[in-house]
């Protein structure tokens, strides 16, 4: 087993996946390890639904047909770009490094969109985890939701499993509650694709770096 230091290095947003599932057990393993994730008061405000094999083939479908028609978009929280100043060149040197990777010019308006379809593919991933909050729950309960992603994320990597969280899984949400039954005050706020990495996939090959703390962390004493 790897040690923590380790799964946060290796943990990176994994875009193609194998379609081998991770055996049942540690599917039960890992969510029940996330559950530790720490939240304000204790609320635990997090709903993932898990899904896999038949149900999460028909929302591909659904979803992957939804974008493909350029269905208006309909967030439960705004999606719209708010990136300016150094926030906006670290958006930019993300989508480079991806489509670099992938081979797909920035002029290339039909490969950006298939691209980014590859989303609501879930990347071929075997399993998502699409997860939600109940209303009236706002910014505090996201925060705790962030923590609890970050979590999940880090357990899977120390198991050997990879993931890609998206929030490109939030814009369809009335489609993602129709298929798996989940209320109207049940707000989604992003999924998680998961499985085994597919080496051989271009866009594995995408790596992004971080800044300096120099640069961000102001130490006081
Ligand atoms: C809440 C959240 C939403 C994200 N949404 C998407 C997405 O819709 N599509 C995607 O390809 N990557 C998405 N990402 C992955 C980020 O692009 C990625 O975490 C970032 O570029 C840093 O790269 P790394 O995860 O490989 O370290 C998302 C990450 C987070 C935390």
Known sequence: MINVDQAIRLRRSVR?????????????????L???????????????????????????????????????????????????GIYRERQVGAAQALYGA??????DAV????????????????????????????????????MYAQTLMLVLTSRGIASCAQGALGLFPDIVREQL??????KLLFGISFGYEDHDVRANAARVG???????????R
């Not at 379609?19 to 393993?29: I, K, S």
């Not at 039954?181 to 049940?186: I, L, M, Q």
């Not at 971080?210 to 006081?220: E, N, Q, S, T």
């Open 181 to 186: 039954d989940v209320p109207g005050n049940y």
């Open 210 to 220: 971080r800044a300096k703390i120099d640069d961000v962390v102001p130490f006081h």
């Open 111 to 146: 490969g950006r969109k298939l691209a980014y379809i590859r989303n609501h593919a879930f990347f071929d991933a075997p399993h998502a985890v699409l997860i939600f909050m109940p209303e009236p729950f706002d910014t505090r309960e996201a925060a705790d939701i962030g």
């Open 34 to 84: 996330a559950q530790y994730a720490p939240s304000n008061c204790n609320v635990q405000p997090w709903t993932p639904h898990v899904v896999s094999g038949e149900k999460l083939k028909r929302l591909r479908e659904a979803l992957v047909g939804a974008g493909m028609r350029d269905d208006p978009i309909k967030p439960d929280w705004p999606a719209d770009g708010k990136f300016t």
């Open 102 to 107: 992938m081979g797909v010019a920035r002029s």
């Open 16 to 32: 193609g996946f194998l379609p081998r599932e991770v055996p049942e057990a540690t599917l039960h393993e890992v969510f029940a």
